[in-house]
């Protein structure tokens, strides 16, 4: 850890006085803002890359190998991600949202989890494990016929459906990745959440933040590749450290605003 990096339990007073002056915030999430939902992340001691290898899953070199395993593995995933529900740490993110003049959540995370909590302005680079299109012919999957092993196909071109989620190798969505560096650059306050900083260029955005003058701050319950970049990081789970931020924030916004509209 760097010594110029703050190790905090809970935010600084240094960081309240950030997010008070800030007009841009950009917050960007991994899959341990999902932990408090009961989903797995993939590199903790019961995360899914330690119990299976990515590139038996996570390449399109290996749905081509075997589409059985990874259309079956990412069905499970899928039936995992639609039973979680939000929790405090998506509900504080879409508060933020909602507070902030200028906005974006950038999250890793495929499970739909941030929409379902409504945050609206929000980009997903990894995808979304909802959507699937073919490996074949790139079509999403509007009309779907299977195979006779069973198997999930596209109708124009019997070609197999994939998950819509970016595996290794594969770029990012071009759009999405554009606007994440755009809020990472003009950002006030970064805010990097449950992320193990791992997987690049997802990882870059809080350098590219810092480089640019932001106030760079970690949220996980252990420290990161990339903790010793940030001015502190606040060792937490993200469902009570980020309630505690939209607290702050919400106790320095004029009462007329906190008040219910009963106009309508
Ligand atoms: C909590 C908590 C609580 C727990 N509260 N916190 C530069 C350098 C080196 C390598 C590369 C590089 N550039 C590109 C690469 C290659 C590669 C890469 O980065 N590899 C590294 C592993 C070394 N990157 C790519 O291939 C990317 N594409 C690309 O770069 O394209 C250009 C290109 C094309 C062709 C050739 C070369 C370049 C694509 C990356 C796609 C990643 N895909 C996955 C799978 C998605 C689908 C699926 O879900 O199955 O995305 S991998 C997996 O990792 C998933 C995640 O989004 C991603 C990041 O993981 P995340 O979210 O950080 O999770 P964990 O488990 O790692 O960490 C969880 C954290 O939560 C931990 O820190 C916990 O402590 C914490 N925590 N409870 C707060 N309650
Ligand atoms: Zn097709």
Known sequence: MSSRTAHLTEPSEQLLGRLEQATS?????????????????????????????????ATEAAFR??????????????????SAQPNAGHLAITELDELSEYFLLVTQNVDTLHTRAGTKRL??????????????CGQPSDRLVFSEEGLRCCADCNGFLRPGVVWFGETLPTEP???????ASRADVFLSVGTSSIVYPAAGLPLLAKQNG??????????????????????????????????????????NKLEPNTSR
Request: a negative charge.
């Open 214 to 255: 932001a106030f760079v701050v970690e949220i996980n319950v252990e420290p990161s590749a990339l903790s010793h970049t940030m001015h502190e990081l606040i060792l937490g789970p993200a469902g009570e450290i980020l309630p505690l931020l939209v607290e702050h924030i919400r106790s320095l916004q004029p009462l």
């Open 177 to 183: 990745f554009e606007r994440a560096s755009e809020a």
């Open 123 to 136: 980009v997903e680079l990894h995808g979304n494990i909802s959507d699937e299109r073919c490996v074949d």
């Open 25 to 57: 915030l950009c917050v960007l999430t991994g899959a341990g803002i999902s932990v408090e939902s009961g989903l797995s992340t993939f590199r903790d001691p019961e995360g899914l890359w330690e119990k299976y290898n990515p590139s038996d899953l």
């Open 65 to 82: 190998r075997n589409p059985k395993l990874v259309q079956g593995w990412y069905q499970a995933r899928l039936e995992q991600a639609i």
